[in-house]
């Protein structure tokens, strides 16, 4: 009976070493991971113009492929680009171009997306300068009647994002040059609320992105080039519209692996489609 016992001891060891050495080989195979089930995961986080169209792509990207999970977090463009830097996360975003002394980063481009000017429905002006509309924000003109073709005469409510935004970023390049937007300007956290004031507002006059437009405002042509698919892509730089700004991703090092998959994604014809029903022009 003891040697029995003894002899079933010892088949259950080679049979349980059999077994991990096994999974040992299995786990070092490359693509084990995958055959495992194993999940890979990448964490995106920052600017919240970029989040929405990131968050779509990284959904229909997961659904294809389901062996990796996509988290998008946002915080804004200048906390996209410190995530990056840092690690904090594998990819960061950003909706404003890189300064100098963050060009270290790699950056690649989603799509682009145009800065539109808001106002009421009711409002009858159609078209703005933007040497006026850089007048406005920096309170050098401060009612609508100092407005060329506005036939409106009340004082004008300015609605500016807030400092690290990226679309703020954008607009102060594209728009205000070396001009700084005033103290005075009514400041917003978030595109939504600044839709929500110009709606209600009759001398409301705000900035958003083009892909967060709705019915109940009103965009204005910049310059006599309204905001438009075929004008954001338009050749001729006089039918081209001008307030238009690159949506960034951005890695520490050359992308690989899972982030290198889901950029390959965006390229690809499912995602191009995808960023135009979004509103935004693809980067081909």
């Known amino acids: 009976m003891n040697c029995m016992t003894s002899n079933t001891k010892i088949k259950k060891h080679l049979i349980n070493s059999i077994i991990a050495v096994s999974a040992v080989l299995l786990f070092m195979t490359p693509g084990a991971?995958?055959?495992?089930?194993?999940?890979?995961?990448l964490m995106i986080a920052g600017s919240t113009s970029v989040q929405p169209i990131a968050e779509k792509l990284a959904e229909h990207f997961m659904h294809k492929h389901p062996g990796i999970k996509i988290e998008v977090q946002g915080g804004g463009s200048s906390a996209g680009v410190q995530a990056a830097y840092s690690g904090a996360a594998d990819i960061g975003m950003s909706s404003r171009e890189l300064k100098p002394e963050e060009k270290q980063l790699k950056e690649f481009v989603v799509a682009y997306d145009a800065i539109v000017l808001i106002v009421h429905r009711d409002n009858a002006i159609e078209n703005i300068s933007r040497e006026d509309i850089k007048k406005i924000f920096a309170f050098d003109i401060t009612s609508w009647n100092g407005v060329s073709g506005s036939n409106n005469k009340g004082v004008i409510t300015v609605l500016t994002r807030e400092d690290g935004s990226g679309t703020r970023g954008a607009f102060e390049e594209l728009i205000m040059g070396t001009a700084e937007i005033a103290a005075r300007a009514l400041v917003q956290d978030s595109t939504g609320s600044i839709r929500e004031i110009v709606s209600?507002?009759?001398?409301?006059?705000?900035?958003?992105?083009?892909?967060?437009?709705?019915?109940?405002?009103?965009?204005?042509?910049?310059?006599?080039?309204?905001?438009?698919?075929?004008?954001?892509?338009?050749?001729?730089?006089?039918?081209?519209?001008?307030?238009i700004r690159p949506f960034l991703l951005l890695t520490r090092e050359e992308p690989a692996g899972a982030a290198k998959e889901f950029m390959n994604f965006i390229r690809s014809t499912e995602g191009v489609e995808l960023i135009k029903k979004e509103g935004l022009v693809p980067a081909l």
Do not use: C, W
């Open 33 to 41: 991971a995958h055959a495992s089930g194993e999940s890979r995961k």
């Open 200 to 243: 209600n507002d009759i001398d409301g006059l705000g900035y958003i992105s083009f892909g967060s437009l709705n019915e109940r405002v009103k965009a204005l042509a910049v310059d006599g080039v309204k905001p438009e698919m075929k004008t954001f892509q338009a050749k001729d730089d006089g039918s081209k519209y001008k307030v």
